[in-house]
Nanobody, 113 residues
Framework: VQLVESGGGLVQPGGSLRLSCAASGFTSSQYTVSWFRQGPGKKRELVASVGTESGDTYYADSVKDRFTISRDNVKNTIYLQMNTLQPADTAKYSC???????WGPGTQVNVSS
């Protein structure tokens, strides 16, 4: 049972990235999945969540209208599409299934010119 993130990297301000959270050993669509981030010198912050089959979503105010969380249940993967990235979005992004106390190792996103 594990989560593995990918898709991070260096991007210029205004750019986009899509993060992936690949689940294995369990059916992720049966659980709420969340993306958190922790920037340098900052507390860990909940960025977005997606509910179970209903697909209810939550976004932090700081990313609303810029980030989109989605699922591909065939691939057992959860995505975070990040648009109009800003330097303040620089952080390590991790996905988690809170009810399983399961975290991925994270992927680093750096937004800089």
């Amino acid at each position: 049972v594990q989560l593995v993130e990918s898709g991070g990297g260096l991007v210029q301000p205004g750019g986009s990235l899509r993060l992936s959270c690949a689940a294995s050993g369990f059916t992720s669509s049966q659980y709420t999945v969340s993306w958190f981030r922790q920037g340098p010198g900052k507390k860990r912050e909940l960025v977005a969540s997606v509910g179970t089959e209903s697909g209810d979503t939550y976004y932090a105010d700081s990313v609303k209208d810029r980030f989109t969380i989605s699922r591909d249940n065939v691939k057992n993967t959860i995505y975070l599409q990040m648009n109009t990235l800003q330097p303040a979005d620089t952080a390590k992004y991790s996905c988690t299934v809170p009810t399983l106390t399961l975290w991925g190792p994270g992927t680093q996103v750096n937004v800089s010119s």
